[in-house]
């Protein structure tokens, strides 16, 4: 703020400083409302057989449950700046939270999977309008100073959610049914859209947008982001270029994605403002922010699922192990808020990528035997590591630029983090599926005949099912079979974690090139 601007202020510096109880009161319920859009992205996750059963829907069609939800947020995000900006916060917002809470209503009510993943979609495509305005509100409705008290609450946010959706969704799903993973989102919701109608104040709409609204810019964009998400999500299922569906919806998402920056590039009032770019740090944060969703999202994925088909555990252990993670980011958040005032968030960032990657490089001795207490330690360098690289990633991104940015580049900040984890789930499949293929090849040429352990293991497994008489060598050489095949999928486990945390490690050195934010002067104020 320039000093004739603070000149012509009507409040003397110390009442600028202080935190406005109105606004945080709107901050808090905003809070709430984003929790709710980001939990229920993976709250679905542990639940999706029960899901599966109570609308008698296919194996192929009940992965619409998450796929449906993730392709309309994913369009929802970057438009939200727009929205924002012309209906302003309040109403944005407000309209966010009742359309989301009616929409989880109706989900919890379906009973047909076409109503499922339509109301899925609508769910996800009014819930990420949530997601990244509250992340502008920080820095438009707090004093400079203050910020950093308030930045680790959405940093929190936006990993814990996402991180115990499991946890949440297979206690649910346990006590109750399947369909209180979407009541649950019922009253909270009524509670966050009443606050933000009775306490958001503090921006007013610009309804005159709406006559310069790029309809051309939207649809392009919706074909481009949501055949992207499309490909990414199923990909891996459907084997990627072998299946039309994949290859064509690749070439539709190439030739719109062309479309689209042609006319965000060209067009007088584009539907997303590109410029934001042109800052480095928020260019850099950006990619950032993409590797940090690989790192979020990825691993939300391959512990459930090495616990589920390595040890076979159910929804509910599922989620207790997770927990853990939860509870390091909790317990990180507020030291994180203390450090990112005091200490440059390069190294922060730096700090909490090669924590990451600790925790996943932990995980490349991962065998067939690992339970909760092997597990402990990785998820507690996961939930920290990704704790403290929130926050600064977050700061040197978005608060470095003039308001008038922050609401459009706070929406493609957050399309950055999603794209990441659509991207690296698609990745981290596809690695898996290539090096199980790689490992079960080897090690059926090391279980042969002619090698002596192998031959050893299937004695005393004969041995062990003497009692079937003549079936006894099959059955224990499909016994051998199935050791061999889960030990192929263990060693590619360890594979992606390594992956992973040569990922974390390159990109925590990669931070040395950011600069650093201007510190703000002792006693200044400013928005």
């Not at 820095?139 to 990993?159: E, H």
């Not at 998400?229 to 062309?258: K, M, N, P």
């Amino acid at each position: 703020m320039s000093s004739a601007a603070v000149a012509t202020m009507k409040f003397p510096v110390d009442a600028e400083e202080r935190v406005d109880p109105r606004r945080l009161v709107a901050f808090v319920a905003m809070c709430f409302g984003m929790f709710m859009a980001v939990l229920d992205i993976q709250i679905v996750s542990a639940s999706l057989s029960e899901i599966q059963a109570g609308l008698a829907a296919s194996h192929d069609e009940i992965s619409w449950v998450q796929t449906a939800y993730l392709i309309a947020e994913v369009i929802a995000i970057p438009l939200s700046g727009f929205l924002s900006r012309a209906l302003g916060t309040r109403v944005m917002f407000a309209t966010a939270a009742a359309g989301f809470t009616v929409a989880s209503l109706i989900c919890g009510f379906t009973s047909s999977m076409n109503e499922m993943i339509f109301w899925r979609a609508v769910q996800g495509f009014i819930g990420g309008g949530m997601i990244p305005t509250v992340f502008a509100s920080i820095y438009t409705i707090f004093p400079r100073s203050k910020q950093q008290m308030f930045v680790p609450v959405i940093g929190l946010v936006a990993t814990l959610a996402p991180t115990i959706g499991p946890t949440v969704g297979g206690y649910l799903t346990d006590a109750l049914s399947w369909h209180w993973l979407f009541f649950i989102n019922v009253g909270p919701g009524i509670a966050v859209t009443a606050l933000a109608l009775a306490f958001i104040d503090f921006d007013e709409p610009d309804l005159a947008l709406f006559k310069h609204f790029d309809w051309w810019g939207l649809g392009l964009m919706a074909v481009f982001l949501g055949s992207l998400e499309y490909v990414l999500e199923e990909g891996t299922r459907y084997d990627w270029f072998d299946d039309q569906t994949i290859t064509l919806l690749t070439v539709v998402s190439v030739l719109s994605a062309t479309a689209f920056f042609a006319r965000v590039l060209t067009a007088r009032f584009p539907i997303v403002d590109l410029k934001a770019y042109a800052n480095r740090n928020f260019a850099i944060g950006s990619l950032f922010s993409f590797v940090l969703g690989i790192g979020l999202y990825g691993l939300t994925y391959l512990f459930p699922l090495y616990l589920e088909e390595i040890r076979g555990d159910n929804a509910l252990l599922v989620g207790e192990t997770l927990f853990v993670s939860g509870i390091a980011m909790f317990l990180t958040a507020p030291v994180a808020g203390r450090l990112a005032g005091k200490v440059d968030p390069r190294f922060m960032l730096m700090s909490g990528f090669v924590i990451f990657a600790v925790g996943a490089w932990q995980m490349t001795y991962v065998t067939k035997d690992w339970d909760f207490a092997q597990l402990l330690w990785p998820q507690i360098f996961r939930g920290v590591g990704l704790m403290l690289a929130m926050i600064p990633i977050t700061n040197v991104a978005l608060g470095t630029l003039a308001p008038e940015r922050l609401k459009n580049a706070s929406g493609l900040f957050n399309l950055a983090r999603n794209l990441g984890g659509a991207v690296g789930l698609a990745a981290l499949n596809t690695v898996l599926d290539h090096r199980i293929d790689l490992h079960l090849a080897r090690l059926h040429e090391s279980v042969t005949w002619a090698r002596q352990p192998a031959q050893e293991m299937l004695t005393n497994l004969t041995a062990r099912f003497h009692d079937f008489g003549a079936d006894a060598q099959t059955m224990a050489i499909k016994q051998l079979m199935g050791l061999t095949r889960q030990q192929g999928i263990v060693m590619a486990f360890a594979d992606v974690f390594l992956m992973l945390a040569v990922l974390f490690v390159a990109f925590a050195a990669l931070a040395i090139v950011l600069r650093r934010p201007p510190a703000l002067p002792e006693g200044a104020a400013g928005h």
